[in-house]
């Protein structure tokens, strides 16, 4: 991808000028004055690099090196063997304060009494934390009521894919967060060292502007999580369930629409799929986040392409022919547990469904193995994979904190930024050894089932300095070879070095466009409707936010 000749900050400062982005430009952004909250409704260009203010990176050694070295973020190094843990923070600063930080949590919350908090937080110092858990499955659009009526508590954790529903999000950092900037900026490795030993590029990730138009109002906002990249997602088969029906694992959507005809039977409660949304647009091309994909000279949009029509297609025919869930419309069941139960076949979940599928047959929980399909593609396409480096999150905190509770809650992020390889990260990711998880024969720490109930939430408290795959050896090989595997059909991100926070129209138009996509593949409507459907996305937003998407493009591709 061709970037700018000259590829520093003032070299895309000046084109977000040129281009007429921010305040006063194609983003229509108002001018506003610094001491008042800023609105808007028009969406907004943000840089992600560049800046002098950041927290000055110095590299924190790792105490144990990893058995399979990669090229993170997009290939995870990973430990075959637990390592002997080192201490990351020998003398961690005492604190006395207490807050309460709002936190997305999928299942039964743990209960905030355990022992395990209490250790962590005797560990970290003696800060209190206590963790506010929202239901995750609804948790991007709830948020919005708690950022905009201020009721968060001292902090929340927001994961980057939840920003799409927030309209403005940018008014919203702004206005609600604290401004991290004048504690951060710097050489902050004396009292954080772990924190300065995170990328700069996630902490350029971490800036939003009041103005981004103007360079000097471009601020650092959030403590953000893990840089990662890679697959994030996968389409997940049960490979026993095929060898005893003597199939093989397909490796294009043709076979693996042929798999799914042969293995399901409505009539016998047997299906191939549950979720077929977010994960199957690459096998047809299609682009991940805000959908634009550069053709032919211009930004098209995935709904004006054919590969969309023929993405819905293929969803109507597994409707038609009984091969998806009959609940699938509703969603009311869980899909993890379908899939583990031998219900359906294949299963669209996020890389970790792989440890947690193996672990729970580790523990005798369930039977069975599985596996991501490798880069598969419709129609003899070169396969896409949709996963660009990203930071996972981060932790925002209230701008009604005085400096010194931020710098507090600084000290325990420095300590959850301790990686793999640390006794801070064996606390932290497993508890407390006898009573959260047990050492098996192999050295490798094992949850119990208090274990799993209790551990986590603490990782929206700060990323770390380096992502690993770890837990079984063969699991590891296994993740470490599927990354390596995949590298060369990984997504090319269009605006790489920048963000673009789409117009209300167009988040609002894009959710209609999801919606009717429903009807569609559900029956409920007729492919025949798909042309109404684009015009009605393009009338009511997304027309309009061709122009600015499309400045944001040239901005970082030079043209």
């Not at 934390?129 to 929202?134: D, G, K, M, V």
């Not at 199939?247 to 076979?255: F, H, K, Q, S, Y």
């Given at each position: 991808m061709a970037t700018p000749s000259n590829g520093s900050i003032f070299r895309r400062r000046s084109l977000l000028k040129a281009a007429g982005l921010g305040a006063a430009g194609a983003a229509g952004l108002p001018l506003i004055a610094a001491c008042s909250d800023i609105q808007s409704s028009e969406g907004s260009t943000q840089v992600t690099e560049g800046f002098d203010f950041l927290p000055q990176y110095k590299e924190w050694p790792l105490p144990v090196e990893p058995d399979l070295v990669g090229e993170p973020p997009n290939h995870r190094s990973g430990f075959t063997a637990y390592p002997e843990p080192a201490q990351a923070i020998p003398e961690p600063p005492a604190n006395a304060g207490a807050y309460r930080i709002t936190v997305p949590t999928w299942g039964t919350p743990p209960p905030s009494d355990d022992s395990y908090f209490a250790a962590v937080q005797e560990a970290?110092?003696?800060?209190?934390?206590?963790?506010?858990?929202?239901?995750?499955?609804?948790?991007?659009?709830?948020?919005?009521?708690?950022?905009?009526?201020?009721?968060?508590?001292?902090?929340?954790?927001?994961?980057?894919?939840?920003?799409?529903?927030?309209?403005?999000?940018?008014?919203?950092?702004?206005?609600?967060?604290?401004?991290?900037?004048?504690?951060?900026?710097?050489?902050?490795?004396?009292?954080?060292?772990?924190?300065?030993?995170?990328?700069?590029?996630?902490?350029?990730?971490?800036?939003?502007?009041?103005?981004?138009?103007?360079?000097?109002?471009?601020?650092?906002?959030?403590?953000?999580?893990?840089?990662?990249?890679?697959?994030?997602?996968?389409?997940?088969?049960?490979?026993?369930?095929?060898?005893?029906?003597?199939?093989?694992?397909?490796?294009?959507?043709?076979?693996?629409?042929?798999?799914?005809?042969?293995?399901?039977?409505?009539?016998?409660?047997?299906?191939?799929?549950?979720?077929?949304?977010?994960?199957?647009?690459?096998?047809?091309?299609?682009?991940?986040?805000?959908?634009?994909?550069?053709?032919?000279?211009?930004?098209?949009?995935?709904?004006?392409?054919?590969?969309?029509?023929?993405?819905?297609?293929?969803?109507?025919?597994?409707?038609?022919?009984?091969?998806?869930?009959?609940?699938?419309?509703?969603?009311?069941?869980?899909?993890?547990?379908?899939?583990?139960a031998g219900t359906t076949l294949f299963h669209q979940d996020g890389m970790s469904y792989w440890g947690d599928f193996s672990g729970a047959v580790t523990r005798g929980e369930i039977e069975g193995a599985v596996v991501p399909l490798g880069p598969v593609a419709a129609g003899g396409r070169t396969p896409v994979v949709f996963g660009t480096a990203d930071v996972e999150g981060w932790l925002f905190l209230s701008k009604s904190l005085s400096a010194a509770q931020v710098e507090e809650i600084l000290d325990v992020a420095n300590f959850c930024a301790a990686p793999f390889g640390t006794i801070e990260n064996q606390l932290l990711d497993y508890g407390i050894e006898g009573e959260h998880f047990e050492f098996d024969a192999e050295g490798v720490p094992r949850t119990t089932d208090h274990g799993s109930a209790t551990i986590g939430g603490y990782y929206g408290i700060s990323g770390k300095v380096q992502l690993f795959h770890t837990g079984d050896p063969v699991l590891v090989q296994q993740r470490f070879d599927y990354d390596a595997s995949v590298l060369d059909y990984l997504e090319k991100d269009l605006f790489e070095g920048i963000r673009v926070e789409a117009p209300a129209d167009f988040i609002s138009a894009s959710q209609t466009l999801k919606d009717q996509e429903a009807d569609v593949v559900y029956g409920r409507s007729e492919i025949a409707d798909i042309p109404a459907m684009v015009e009605t996305f393009l009338t009511n937003g997304g027309e309009a936010a061709r122009a600015p998407f499309t400045d944001a493009y040239k901005i970082v591709n030079g043209e």
């Open positions: 970290w110092g003696g800060t209190v934390i206590e963790l506010a858990h929202a239901d995750g499955n609804t948790y991007a659009e709830t948020s919005n009521q708690w950022l905009q009526a201020g009721e968060f508590g001292d902090g929340i954790h927001m994961f980057s894919w939840m920003l799409g529903a927030h309209p403005n999000f940018r008014e919203t950092v702004v206005n609600r967060f604290y401004d991290l900037t004048d504690i951060l900026t710097g050489d902050i490795s004396e009292r954080w060292p772990l924190l300065a030993g995170r990328a700069t590029e996630a902490w350029g990730k971490s800036v939003w502007s009041s103005d981004p138009e103007d360079p000097e109002s471009a601020r650092l906002y959030g403590i953000p999580g893990s840089l990662a990249g890679g697959p994030q997602n996968g389409m997940y088969v049960r490979t026993d369930l095929l060898e005893a029906a003597d199939l093989a694992v397909p490796t294009t959507v043709d076979e693996v629409l042929e798999v799914a005809r042969t293995w399901s039977d409505d009539a016998a409660g047997r299906w191939a799929f549950y979720g077929l949304d977010y994960l199957t647009p690459q096998w047809f091309g299609l682009a991940s986040g805000n959908g634009w994909a550069w053709i032919d000279g211009k930004l098209v949009h995935n709904c004006e392409r054919p590969e969309y029509t023929e993405w819905l297609e293929f969803r109507r025919t597994v409707w038609d022919e009984k091969l998806i869930h009959p609940d699938a419309p509703t969603a009311s069941l869980d899909p993890k547990e379908l899939h583990k």
